[in-house]
């Protein structure tokens, strides 16, 4: 039921950005990354979205095989690089297509080949691909300090020029401005 209802809200308020070239923006709850054992965790411990509220969570749905999610390897990493100190969390879910993009070690492999340092989710039965009613390989979402969702770029970030990394970035930036439930704690005391 969780995921019925941010698909609901998620599907009325979303735009192409194919179309409008600008990112998809609403604002809906985000569904919680299925649990998976630390095992399936490259780079990191298992996370939980509700554990990083207070940050800024970009969350890149991608498979090794497929070139549109590696060109956007770069601009993850420089967002990490720039923003990781400033409470921005860049999580990537390998969510497989084809059947050996399905052997973690090979996705271990493609990891370390790109030099992706941040952490990675091995979904191989996809059920974060479900609960999120994920489209397409790669898709990026913004999530807020306080756990919404609130930008989605569908497909590689500068495809034909759309200038999706800068859009994005100035998106991460305007994020990182609003406050968080640190800030209304305290406006509350």
Known sequence: MRGWKFVAVFSLLTLSPAIAQEPATFKAKAPELEERPASEWINSKPLKLSELHGQVVVLHFWTFGCINCQHNFS?????????????????????????????????????EK???????????????????????????YLID???????????????????????????IEQLLAEPGPEDAATAAK
């Open 75 to 111: 601009t993850l990493k420089a967002w990490q690089k720039a923003f990781a100190k400033k409470g921005v969390t860049i999580i990537g879910v390998h969510t497989p297509e084809l059947p050996r993009e399905k052997n973690i070690q090979n996705v271990r492999r493609a990891v």
């Open 114 to 140: 790109n030099g992706l340092t941040y952490p990675i989710v091995f979904d191989k039965d996809a059920r974060t691909w479900r609960s999120w009613d994920n489209r397409m390989w790669p898709t990026t």
């Open 145 to 171: 300090k306080n756990g919404y969702v609130r930008h989605r770029w569908d497909g590689e970030l500068n495809w034909k020029k759309t200038k999706g990394a800068a859009l994005m970035r100035s998106k």
